[in-house]
């Protein structure tokens, strides 16, 4: 405000001026302390049918750094998750505890999830989950940021319409059943979550695959 604006204005009046500039400027400081993954917004999205040709891969598992082969840890299992994040993006941090949640709660009817980390190091992945680990397997498919364009990762994303520019969560459900048994194509069409998984809606997915169906006794009719 100049100096002209402030000598028509009585003693009162600048003192107030003065506060709303001061509550603005400590509104300013505080939002700086506040994490950027409280800051940030939620990115969920439906889970939908794709054309994605999901190929095979080895990559290595992040607890001792051994090449895990895709087809060996989806074998025995009915459904399974696959689930790419990059370990300080905020909506991945959103997601995790679900992901983890719904792992717990139907991997004894065959539910399998495997994380794999994107555009950062194994150190950075291994800091996020902690000195326990995480409850699934995780692997490592990049870890640089600058690698990004040069991942299956972002051409999966490519092929099924995401936009966003790291696609941290991207979700991808497989049906171990009905996966090729040979060559690189895993299968042609899955069910993907282009972003957060919206938890009810896919604990539903999960369910219909894996829980039993329980019919509903009919009563015969009496003559």
């Given at each position: 405000?100049?100096?002209?604006?402030?000598?028509?204005?009585?003693?009162a009046?600048?003192?107030?001026?003065i506060?709303?500039?001061?509550?603005?400027?400590?509104a300013i400081?505080?939002?700086?302390?506040?994490p950027?993954?409280?800051?940030?917004?939620?990115?969920y999205?439906?889970?939908?049918?794709?054309?994605?040709?999901?190929?095979?891969?080895?990559?290595?598992?992040?607890k001792?750094?051994?090449?895990?082969?895709?087809?060996?840890?989806?074998?025995?299992?009915?459904l399974v998750?696959?689930?790419?994040?990059a370990?300080?993006?905020?909506?991945?941090k959103?997601e995790?505890?679900v992901?983890?949640?719904?792992?717990?709660?139907?991997?004894?009817?065959?539910?399998?999830v495997i994380a794999v980390?994107?555009?950062?190091?194994?150190?950075?992945?291994?800091?996020?989950?902690?000195?326990?680990?995480?409850?699934?397997?995780?692997v490592?498919?990049?870890?640089?940021?600058?690698?990004?364009?040069?991942?299956?990762?972002?051409?999966?994303?490519?092929?099924?319409?995401?936009k966003?520019?790291?696609?941290?969560?991207?979700n991808?459900f497989?049906?171990?059943?009905?996966?090729?048994?040979?060559?690189?194509v895993?299968?042609?069409?899955?069910?993907?979550?282009?972003?957060e998984?919206?938890?009810?809606d896919?604990?539903k997915?999960?369910?219909?695959?894996?829980?039993p169906k329980t019919?509903?006794?009919?009563?015969?009719c009496?003559?």
């Open positions: 405000m100049q100096k002209t604006q402030l000598k028509s204005l009585n003693s009046q600048v003192l107030g001026v506060a709303r500039i001061k509550l603005f400027a400590l400081f505080l939002f700086a302390l506040v950027a993954t409280v800051r940030a917004q939620h990115e999205s439906p889970l939908e049918e794709k054309t994605v040709n999901y190929q095979n891969w080895t990559l290595k598992d992040i001792d750094d051994k090449p895990v082969d895709l087809r060996s840890l989806v074998e025995g299992k009915k998750m696959v689930v790419y994040f370990p300080w993006c905020g909506n991945w959103f995790a505890p992901a983890a949640k719904l792992y717990e709660k139907y991997k004894d009817q065959g539910f399998q980390s994107e555009y950062a190091s194994r150190d950075e992945v291994r800091k996020f989950f902690g000195p326990t680990g995480a409850p699934y397997t995780v490592t498919e990049s870890e640089t940021r600058e690698e990004r364009d040069k991942t299956a990762h972002y051409g999966y994303r490519q092929i099924t319409g995401d966003r520019k790291w696609g941290s969560p991207w991808i497989l049906d171990p059943a009905n996966l090729t048994k040979e060559g690189d895993l299968t042609e069409k899955a069910w993907v979550v282009n972003g998984l919206i938890e009810a896919v604990e997915f999960i369910g219909d695959r894996l829980l019919a509903t006794a009919i009563e015969p009496k003559n």
